[in-house]
């Protein structure tokens, strides 16, 4: 599967933002997916994650009550929604995919990666 993902940009603190992550290939409903960020100087953080159905989703402390995953499996689609925007949220936002069955866990290993997508919050 290939992941494309889009949606960054500049936006002030306070602002709301979506990302989107185009799945092409096979059906994006085959993977769980999630949602990772990598701030300048800082490793990778996981943020969100979803499993097959989209039924159940996990966020890190660092988003929750922010953000949210959701998935349209007829567009193949997973979207970040962002909202309440801290300067601190500013970083390379990836898409992933994995076939495991250990999903909503961030240890487990992703296949597929999107190329990443660059917010900037502003203060």
């Known amino acids: 599967v290939q992941l494309q993902a889009s949606g960054g940009g500049l936006v002030q603190a306070g602002g709301s933002l979506r990302l989107s992550c185009a799945a092409s290939?096979?059906?994006?409903?085959?993977?769980?997916m999630g949602w990772f960020r990598r701030a300048p100087g800082k490793e990778r953080e996981c943020i969100a994650l979803?499993?097959?159905?989209?039924?159940?989703?996990y966020y890190a402390d660092s988003v929750k009550g922010r953000f949210t995953i959701p998935r349209d499996s007829a567009k193949n689609t997973l979207y970040l929604q962002m909202n309440s925007l801290k300067p601190e949220d500013t970083a390379v936002y990836y898409c992933?995919?994995?076939?495991?069955?250990?999903?909503?866990?961030?240890?487990?290993?992703?296949?597929?990666w999107g190329q990443g997508t660059l917010v900037t919050v502003s203060s």
């Open positions: 992933a995919a994995t076939r495991s069955s250990i999903v909503l866990v961030c240890t487990t290993n992703y296949d597929y």
């Open positions: 290939g096979r059906t994006s409903t085959n993977y769980a």
């Open positions: 979803i499993n097959r159905s989209g039924g159940s989703t």
